[in-house]
């Protein structure tokens, strides 16, 4: 067997789109001619023979190249070659795919073949010579370079637009980069990089639009974005790049980033020392903590009822209304803290040792982290039902954008407050710690209780108020960066205690004062009218019609004649 496979052209020019596909999409394509002749000692006068022809058959991945008939990189056909006659030969179309990353290795083409094996009589199969070489063939790539080979010469600058970054900045960090190619196309051309650990890819963004699509790409700390296939010679590009620092470490207070181009096609060694941009820049540490408070009702009424037996208060209903201190520790940032931890003194007694705002359960927003001293509920009453209003304009206020704002008191400066924290025997002592809150992050702790209302009647207490503190501090930090931290901050909840101002009952009219009303209006009512019709206010007056009008003229002017009369000589 003898066989050959070459394409026509040889060589291919991508900008040139000469074959139409289905959908109007114009491609790049060649013809592949693969051409077998039939010899050999006591073999058939005919043989059939199964041949496969393969485009890029050593490209790794998706090909290159397809077949137009079944649009796949390998097509089989079967052909029937006489004994000693000439070469036979198959033709088939192929075209080059949109988009494709490689555009300088040579396309190849390989034929295989393999004879029909029915055997026919007495006659012997036909046996390949398995020296034999292979066809094979390649299409080259047309980049108008001398030789068809390209030298490119690319060169970087990068600055960073920020001398130093803080951990957990949503800023990150921006670079300007420009990239230059100074020499002939450059093949793959991409921008690549080893980012110290704790750096992400934000964006990319291109300084102005061009021709050339910039694609990035980030995973397990490298960066690589393509910036051209080919970039052109004589060409720049800028962009800015956006990393975030949200992970960094914060071992090191100054990182180093190198930053790296190249291409597929090599470039002289000479030309590479521009290849590369180092930029430092110092890393820092901050994070402000603020404790925040609520009042949930802001002031507590009650009604002025006899006390309840003591030995009737079962439920936690039948202690008094729901009270809800709401304390958020919240985390300004941007950097994240650590352990933090929060004390809050509770009234839970009165300073002569009576319940005041009995606790019944403290929640957070992260879980179990808090122990009471002397724990939650010491009578062990049955729980009562959520009052979902309450907690409903808890959460409505945390959620709101202005920061929790504690309400000042407002009864008088003369009233005693039921219980002072500072004194300690009357307070219960409630110590929440979590590991760490994140940069804008908050710690939200909620403390359910009820006012113990007899109390407050058997005391016949008229006005008052109790008050919650609690104290927020930072005991380490996540990082072995010193860091720039506001450690510590407290705040009060004062909740007013008040009785319910009774409303007037203005009670029923009597019969005798309407109908003593209705009549005093009547005979008011007809001396108006009696004072009116005496002042001729009901007297009408008539208007003369126009005919008496012209009469009383002509009377007139009689008068005038007489009195001319009488007046003459």
Sequence with gaps: MTSSVESEPTGVDLDIKDLQLEGGTGVTSFKVKGCLRYTGIGLLDTQEFTVTMTLDPNQPGESRTVFR???LSEIQTSVTLNHGADYACIEETAYIQTHIADKLTPIGISMMFSPNNKQIGSSLRPIIDQNAELPSSQVYFLNSCENNVCIPDLSIIAVSQLDTVTIGDKEGLAINITVENKGEKAFKSVLKSDLPSGFGLINVRQSKITDIFIDCGFDDNKLECDIGNPLPAKRKISMVLYLSVDDLNGDDDMLSLILTVESQNTENQTTRNDNNAQIDVKVKVAATIE??????????????????????????????????????????????????????????????????????????????????????D?????????????????????????????????????????????EGSSCVNITCRTN??????????????????????????????????????????????????????????????????????????????????????????????????????????????????????????????????????
């Design 69 to 71: 008939k079944n649009e």
């Design 291 to 376: 404790l925040k408070g609520i009042s949930v009702p802001e002031q507590v009424t009650f009604s002025e009822d006899p006390p309840k037996d003591e030995s009737k208060i079962i439920r936690e209903e039948d202690i008094g209304p729901l009270l809800v201190h709401t304390y958020e520790v919240l985390n300004h940032g941007p950097s994240r803290v650590g352990v933090t931890e929060v004390e809050i003194q509770w009234p839970m007694k009165t300073t002569s040792g009576e319940y005041l705002f009995y606790l019944t359960e403290v929640t957070t927003n992260m879980g179990h982290i808090c122990s009471v001293a002397g724990g939650v």
């Design 378 to 422: 010491p009578e062990n009453l049955t729980a009562s039902i959520p009052i979902l209003n309450v907690h409903e304009e808890v959460s409505n206020r945390l959620t709101r954008d202005v920061a929790l704002e504690v309400a000042e008191p407002i009864v008088s400066p003369s009233v005693i407050p039921l219980s002072e924290c500072s």
């Design 436 to 569: 760490t809150i994140i940069g804008t992050g908050s710690l939200v702790i909620s403390l359910n209780s009820r006012l113990w209302l007899n109390t407050i009647l058997k005391n016949n207490i008229k006005e008052s108020f109790a008050t919650s503190s609690a104290f927020a501090r930072v005991l380490s930090m996540p990082y072995a960066i010193a860091p720039d931290v506001v450690r510590q901050s407290s705040q009060q909840i004062t909740t007013d205690i008040n009785p319910v101002i009774p409303t007037t009952d203005s009670g029923t009219v009597e019969i005798w004062i309407i109908i003593l009303a209705i009549i005093g209006g009547l005979l008011l009512l007809l001396l108006i009218a009696a004072i009116l019709y005496k002042v001729g206010f009901f007297k009408r007056k008539t208007i003369p019609n126009e005919n008496e009008t012209d009469g009383e003229a002509g009377d007139g002017g009689d008068d005038s004649d007489d009195g001319c009369k009488n007046g003459a000589f």
